[in-house]
């Protein structure tokens, strides 16, 4: 048999906290209604979520693990951008 | 344990590796970091990866078979939905891991073609047959009570996807034995008539379980080198060696007798110990050869090739559309 290969889609979950979406895995389907059918029965049997996002998973670009440091170090040198850099006299209370 | 034959030895043998790469790829190991898809990763990590996974993902697969065989002649309503619910868990945690599995670069159509061939394994217990009601408590009670012991430590796994896909995997595991036991308990109480059943759904039960944490460890090739992985926190024995003590004095509870006459308490250790598996009948079972084999696998492919039609049209449904789409978004411009 031919068989074609069915789109791989990747599953986001608000959960019941009012937290943002958040990645939780992948489902198979032919299409987006489909996609959101499964997902729901995959990811959410005991009432782990309150909205569903599904994305082709061949739409998301992401960042190169081997450009980790190019991308993200410059921000571990820059202290300034945290409270904590900032003295305050304790007589002035919380801050 | 459900990736039992992957400490059967391997043969080939792959290319070297850049040295200084494989030693900056140990230490994020040792550091406790997690392995993420895209990251490098050696070769040999990748292949134990995708075998362990997608062999775990087929025995969840193949698992809801001889329960699902219960589902129709199950004695109650609330059995009926208890069990019905976890046949679909099983299957969730089938999906969670392929999807895992597929994070390291295989397709699912690939693992399906393993698993339908005869050539990927699963685990040995699924081989056994389900005889009487009792065996679906049994089932619960030992089958996933051993594979939570499994599977707790491989929420520390150090590649990402597969620890994640165990968190989701053991929330959901403790229903499973719970509902086993609860079933056995109430039998139990209620005939000898029962209890003989639930006795001899043990006495059938019992060693298959054990077989489940795979090859006694000075048999298992592959061990040192998945502990050196961090994918595998403790050895075969060790889990095994767990399971029996914490088994054991539920069994007590329930009034059966474990079917192992070298079953003993050993005061100084505070382990039980016991006697040697039959490690031909586990040999024979993995190899294809035990009680069931044929029949799971056939009853996978019949439910694969049974649903290629629904798969084709709805491919076919949403390429039609999406054609409809374009061709209106052409109209409009
Ligand atoms: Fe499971
Ligand atoms: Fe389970």
Sequence with gaps: MTEKTTPLWEVFIRSRTGMAHRHCGSVHAADAEMALQAARDVYTRRGEGLSIWVVPSAEIIASDPSEKGMLFEPTASKIYRHPTFYEIPEDVGNM | ?333
């Excluded at chain 2, 759904?201 to 061990?223: K, Q, V, Y």
């Excluded at chain 2, 595998?232 to 054991?248: M, S, Y």
């Design chain 2, 1 to 333: 344990m459900y990736t039992q034959a992957l400490n059967a030895r391997e043969t080939e043998t792959s290319a070297p590796e850049d040295a200084e790469r494989l030693a900056a790829f140990q230490a994020r190991i040792d550091a406790e970091e997690k392995i993420e898809p895209n990251d490098w990763m050696p070769a040999a990590y990748r292949k134990t990866l995708v075998r362990q996974i997608s062999q775990h993902a087929h025995s969840e697969i193949v698992g809801m078979l001889p329960e699902g065989n219960w589902i129709t002649r199950a004695p109650t309503l609330k059995r009926k939905a208890a069990l019905l619910a976890k046949v679909q868990d099983e299957g969730g945690h089938g999906l969670y891991l392929y999807s895992a599995a597929e994070t390291l670069g295989v397709s699912r159509e690939e693992l399906t073609e393993q698993l339908l061939s005869g050539r990927a394994k699963y685990s040995s217990i699924f081989n056994y047959p389900t005889l009487t009601w009792a065996d679906i408590g049994a089932i619960g009670w030992l089958v996933d009570g051993a594979a939570i012991m499994n599977q707790i430590p491989l929420c520390r796994c150090s590649f990402g996807p597969y620890a994640r896909a165990m968190i989701r995997v053991c929330k959901e595991e403790s229903f499973h034995q719970r509902q086993g036991y609860e079933l056995l308990l109430e039998m139990c109480r209620s005939s000898e008539e029962q209890k003989a059943m639930v006795q001899d759904a043990l006495d059938r039960w019992w060693w298959p379980s054990l077989m489940m944490f795979g090859p006694s460890d000075t048999h298992s090739t592959h061990s040192a080198q998945s502990m050196a992985w961090k994918i595998k926190r403790f050895t075969n024995d060790e889990l095994r060696q767990k399971f029996v003590d914490a088994t054991v004095p539920q069994a007590h509870f329930l009034g059966l007798t474990i079917p192992d006459d070298k079953l003993a308490f050993d005061a100084e250790s505070g382990h039980w110990t016991f006697g040697e598996i039959d490690w031909d009948e586990f040999s024979r079972v993995i190899a294809g050869d035990g009680p069931c084999n044929r029949e799971r696998l056939s009853a996978r492919q019949k439910a694969h090739e049974a649903g290629a039609w629904v798969r084709e049209a709805a491919l076919a449904h949403a390429e039609k559309r999406a054609a409809r789409r374009a061709a209106a978004q052409v109209a409009a411009e």
